[in-house]
């Protein structure tokens, strides 16, 4: 109810700035940040990185020192990028923790404002309500049907009810209060609350691990053991073969050092955390990262009407009472001091007695500010209304209920005024006013309330029915018993425009749109026939039909359905898991206390966040910001962008080093001389390993990526041919390299151009072979070379390296090359584009 009780108004800003500045933030003792030196030296935190420098300053001592020099220039040089991407990371998804960190509604200054938790001070006076987390330890101050769940402290699972008249009138930081609401003074904050003094509670942070991460990880163990093995057998022929016995070695770790993918898991935590910044600016936070890798395969989107799919910019269209509807577009709201006292006083939103007109001064929810709208036009008329009565009880509104009363006070007389969902309220109706008599209610008269209902709800409109009554107030349910029907208010709440295009998008794409609302089914039904979610009427069920349904039965229709009406929180599960056992994947939106659980069954479980409670925050793994469907499907295609991105560089980075190891490999079995130096190899490591892979993180998505079907779950990263791709296109890179090597050799160019040609070649087919990466299906004529400009930024430093180690006199010492000639660049861009061609023919005709 609007309320004169908001006389306390909380301390001023000033003083809780100047609170905050001396005792310090609310904060449970602040985790470490990994400083960046930290972060630097974990680079070097590799048993063979440090068998190179090991084997390199030996090497050093032997005889080549400008080697063995270069040799920790490159391996600094590679810890370097490996260190930029890493502090990019860290930062990028530290940011991403403080937007999700909680928030607390304060009254200062005499005003509600929304806060950061960490700025509560003691003596700042706080609002709570059912679903939130109490930011703080708190004294209650004015309280209505508080119930908290304090398990968390005390291991008690069963709901505690405070109040200021108990003796238990303390609640605790990171309880959750599960029905009612309370203004509270903060009395403790950070490490003084209980919370605080719990100090094991401290490690129970939970710990983000991709799926994805974990078993490319053990991929990559696996691929080290056969990377040594290939080493120790070219280290170990070659030494048979009389070549000297440090070099072999140093030779060999270097190829150990270039060819093992160590920057397999790092990148696609790099390419995991740009997909996080680009969902964020497109209004989908990301609580949880694995959340990024199943949102690509999201194949059905179950989620709220109100706010979501509409606008939540409520009109009252039309009203029913004294046994007629009112088409407000037409005529003015009917005569019926009643229906105007119920919406009135049975209501929740508060004036911001600073602004005058109605519109701006009402704080609440739509539903109940349009309830007061139609009544009123000014500020003050509205106070004075107010002013005549006094709430002494109520009985939130809940979703399970779907309904609201409330007990007031008119002059010494106490009457219960009632709202809710019409064919719930008019079970608990016997009575009915009528132009001013109070009579039975009739099957008959019942029978023509239900018509106007269906009628309203027909045209979209959302119903709800306002009742009273003025003996027996009992405190407690029964208060909503042998009530006296008043009349009912239709409300519009517009379909969001952009929706009814993400709905298409999303049918394209495989995904189906699914609509859950607590609304009557014709009100879903016409909204959902509007937005193109559904087109007859067999596709909606409703929460009482799915009362009578058993799990398996559910299971059984579920597929058919697209609009679940009248349902409560209870079904959102039921219906999730029976989704989820259709091998769906499920993506589920909700907002108050009692979705926290779907929320969490659901394998995307999105919370509103608007409207959401810090209990569903919580459990849920995507916050949408603005509230709109829209935003999930763009979530979900960016998902898919991100996915497809991984894949692109695991098949660049993994054939490229196959490709590094079989030109090596491949020379000492055919007893040819070594084909590249370790200082070379290292080279051809950082000039092609790095920064391309980076840019592929962020290419641009490949054709209509919503024009495809969603992936399967549990899908292999290698699925789809991928496998093929990297092994057959490594061994053909790693054979031009050496056709490029015995080429050179066999036209009397000499060792020193040889390998200056092998190096080339090896580099210049990994930089053609980036772009093959791009597409699945495509060649690259059929692609658009130029649209990722990180990776031609990335390709141009690459061979601007190479030009200058082929070219500068200085570096030609550093890396044993000799300048190329026209001639032998011919053939060195022969053997790197050759098979790039015949596989680009080979699409472009397929
Ligand atoms: P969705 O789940 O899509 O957001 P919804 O917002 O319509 O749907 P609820 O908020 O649970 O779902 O509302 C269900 C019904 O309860 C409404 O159709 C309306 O009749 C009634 N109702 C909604 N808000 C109130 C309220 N503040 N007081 C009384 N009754 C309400």
């Given at each position: 109810m609007i309320n004169e009780r908001e006389v306390q108004s909380g301390l001023t800003q000033a003083e809780a700035d100047r609170r905050l500045k001396k005792y310090?933030?609310?904060?449970?003792?602040?985790?470490?940040k990994i400083s960046p030196l930290t972060i630097f030296l974990s680079q070097f935190n590799d048993f063979i990185t440090w068998v190179l420098i090991g084997a390199t300053i030996i090497s050093g001592f032997m005889g080549e020192k400008a080697d063995a020099v270069t040799i920790i220039i490159i391996i600094v040089m590679n810890s370097v990028l490996g260190f930029i991407q890493e502090f990019k990371t860290e930062k990028s998804l530290e940011a991403l923790k403080n937007m999700a960190s909680p928030t607390s509604k304060v009254i200062r200054n005499g005003k509600l404002k929304i806060v950061n938790a960490q700025d509560l001070v003691i003596g700042d006076l706080i609002v709570i309500e059912s679903?939130?987390?109490?930011p703080a330890d708190c004294m209650i101050t004015e309280s209505s049907n508080l119930m908290i769940d304090e398990s968390l402290l005390t291991g008690e699972s069963a709901g505690v009810s405070k109040s200021i008249q108990k003796k238990e009138n303390s609640i605790y930081m990171g309880t959750i209060v599960l029905t009612g609401n309370a203004k509270a003074k903060v009395t403790g904050t950070g490490m003084e609350t209980e919370m605080g003094k719990?100090?094991?509670?401290?490690?129970s942070i939970e710990k983000d691990t991709s799926p994805l991460k974990e078993k490319l990880n053990n991929l990559g163990k696996i691929l080290v053991v056969l990377c040594l093995i290939v080493c120790a057998v070219v280290t170990i022929a070659g030494i048979m073969r009389g070549e000297n016995k440090y070099e072999m070695f140093l030779l060999g770790v270097s190829l150990a050092v270039a060819a093992i993918p160590e920057s397999l898991t790092a990148i696609v935590t790099v390419a995991l955390a740009l997909g996080v910044s680009r969902m964020l600016k497109r209004n989908a936070l990301i609580r949880k990262l694995p959340a990024v890798e199943t949102l690509g395969c999201t194949s059905i989107i179950c989620s709220d009407k109100t706010g979501t799919l509409t606008e939540n910019k409520m009109t009252v269209k039309a009203m029913y009472s004294n046994g007629r509807t009112y088409n407000l577009d037409r005529e003015s709201v009917p005569e019926n001091a009643m229906l105007k006292k119920i919406f009135t006083y049975c209501n929740d939103c508060n004036v911001d007695t600073d602004k005058k007109n109605v519109s701006e001064s009402l704080i609440g929810d739509p539903t109940e500010t349009a309830l007061i709208k139609v009544y009123f036009r000014d500020g003050k008329t509205l106070k004075n209304f107010l002013g005549r009565a006094r709430r002494v009880y109520d009985i939130p509104f809940d979703s399970d209920r779907k309904m609201m009363s409330v007990i007031v006070k008119e002059g010494s007389k106490e009457i219960s005024y009632v709202k809710g969902a019409p064919e719930k309220l008019i079970r608990k109706c016997k009575y009915i006013l009528d132009r001013g008599n109070v009579r039975i209610l009739t099957s008959n008269e019942r029978n023509n309330i239900v018509k106007a209902i269906e009628n309203m709800s027909f045209n979209a409109l959302r119903c709800i029915a306002g009742a009273y009554k003025e003996k027996n107030l009992t405190r407690g349910k029964s208060l909503e018993d042998n009530l006296i029907f008043v009349g009912i208010a239709g409300i519009i709440d517009p379909p969001r425009k952009e929706v009814k295009d993400a709905v298409l998008k999303c049918k394209m794409a495989g995904i189906k749109p699914v609509m859950i609302t607590g609304d009557h089914k014709n009100t879903a039904f016409a909204i959902g026939y509007d937005l193109g979610i559904c087109k007859t009427q067999d596709q909606v069920i409703t929460g009482d039909d799915l009362d009578k349904l058993t799990d398996k039965q559910l299971e059984k229709t579920v597929d058919k359905k697209v609009i679940f009406a009248r349902v409560t929180p209870k079904h959102k599960l039921r219906i999730v898991r029976a989704f989820k056992s259709k091998n769906k994947v499920v993506a589920m939106t909700g907002d108050g206390v009692n979705d926290a659980p779907a929320v969490k069954e659901a394998d995307i479980g999105i919370c509103m966040g608007i409207s959401g409670t810090d209990v569903t925050k919580e459990a849920a793994s995507m916050v949408l910001l603005d509230d709109n469907f829209t935003t999930i499907v763009s979530a979900v295609e960016e998902g898919r962008v991100i996915y497809d991105n991984i894949r692109k560089f695991i098949r660049y980075l993994l054939s490229c080093n196959l490709g590094e190891v079989l030109t090596m490999f491949l020379a000492s079995a055919f007893n040819l001389a070594i084909p590249l130096l370790p200082i070379q190899i290292l080279m051809v490591n950082l000039a092609t390993d790095g920064l391309p892979a980076i840019a592929l993180g962020v290419d641009p998505p490949e054709g209509d990526i919503m024009a495809e079907k969603p992936r399967i779950k549990n899908e292999s990263i290698f699925a789809r041919g991928l496998t093929e791709k990297i092994l057959v296109r490594g061994a053909l890179i790693g054979t031009c390299t050496i056709f490029s090597f015995v080429v050179a050799q066999y036209l009397g160019f000499g060792l020193k151009t040889a390998r200056t040609m092998a190096l080339a070649t090896l580099v210049m087919s990994q930089l053609i072979h980036v772009f093959e990466c791009r597409s699945e299906n495509h060649s690259i004529f059929q692609i658009n070379l130029f649209s990722n400009k990180y990776l031609l930024g990335a390709i141009a430093a690459s061979i601007c390296m190479i030009l200058a180690i082929v070219y500068i006199p200085f570096l030609q010492n550093v890396f044993h090359t000799s300048a190329m000639n026209l001639i032998q660049w011919g053939i060195v861009i022969f053997f790197s584009g050759i098979i790039a061609l015949i596989n680009s023919l080979y699409l472009y005709f397929k």
């Open positions: 310090g933030p609310n904060l449970l003792e602040k985790k470490k679903g939130d987390k109490i719990i100090a094991g509670m401290l490690q």
